[in-house]
T-cell receptor, first 118, second 111 residues
Framework: GAVVSQHPSRVICKSGTSVKIECRSL??????MFWYRQFPKQSLMLMAT?????????EQGVEKDKFLINHASLTLSTLTVTSAHPEDSSFYIC??????????????FGAGSRLTVL | GEDVEQSLFLSVREGDSSVINCTYT??????LYWYKQEPGAGLQLLTY?????DMKQDQRLTVLLNKKDKHLSLRIADTQTGDSAIYFC???????????FGSGTRLQVQP
């Protein structure tokens, strides 16, 4: 079945540093990937849509200079949290449309990356 | 904009049926989805239903859709302790846009 690998699963960093999170589709090509952020006991908030070979589309209120997204190939999208601060601590989850289901936009999710900024 | 709502918590005894409810507002939703999230993990697709269907059954899972009332439910028969997790409903249309998720319902299964 479709698999999305996300790395790292956990990262702890100091305030002011940058952190890169990778999202890979292992057995399918994903022209579009989605980055979500999940706060404790809350739903998933869409941050941005990552498009292969072009600029990401950010949701309202998400700082594009803060959360850099690069989708350089059909199987890899990266999210870089620049100059991280404690309020950026969260669970970040990527997903990709795996093509299952005729017409349905079935998303396969990575296992998530928990970022803790000290 | 789209809005998807769920109750926050449900507790059932092992062996009983669980029913998780969801309402949505976007009448153009074409597909409705149910995902499961275990602690510290990503989301796992359980099932999805096309908006012109009323019901879909897959082993222990039954999805009911009332399009008129924009109400979706997930019934888990013979609920097991391994079913304890957070269940998210989501809506979307055809194409490649992101899904909109509900707030999630935490299902607790008591032995």
């Amino acid at each position: 079945g479709a698999v999305v690998s996300q790395h790292p699963s956990r990262v702890i960093c100091k305030s002011g540093t940058s952190v890169k999170i990778e999202c890979r589709s292992l057995d399918f090509q994903a022209t579009t990937m989605f980055w979500y952020r999940q706060f404790p006991k809350q739903s998933l908030m869409l941050m941005a849509t990552s498009n292969e070979g072009s600029k990401a589309t950010y949701e309202q209120g998400v700082e594009k200079d803060k959360f850099l997204i690069n989708h350089a190939s059909l199987t890899l999208s990266t999210l870089t949290v620049t100059s991280a601060h404690p309020e950026d601590s969260s669970f970040y989850i990527c997903s990709a449309s795996d093509g299952r289901g005729a017409g349905a936009n079935v998303l396969t999710f990575g296992a998530g990356s928990r970022l803790t900024v000290l | 904009g789209e809005d998807v709502e769920q109750s926050l918590f449900l507790s059932v005894r092992e062996g009983d049926s669980s029913v998780i409810n969801c309402t949505y507002t976007d009448s153009s939703s074409t597909y409705l989805y149910w995902y499961k999230q275990e602690p510290g993990a990503g989301l796992q697709l359980l099932t999805y239903i096309f908006s012109n269907m009323d019901m879909k059954q897959d082993q222990r899972l039954t999805v009911l859709l009332n399009k008129k009332d924009k109400h979706l439910s997930l019934r888990i028969a013979d609920t097991q302790t391994g079913d304890s997790a957070i269940y998210f409903c989501a809506e979307g249309d055809t194409g490649r846009r992101a899904l909109t998720f509900g707030s999630g319902t935490r299902l607790q299964v008591q032995p």
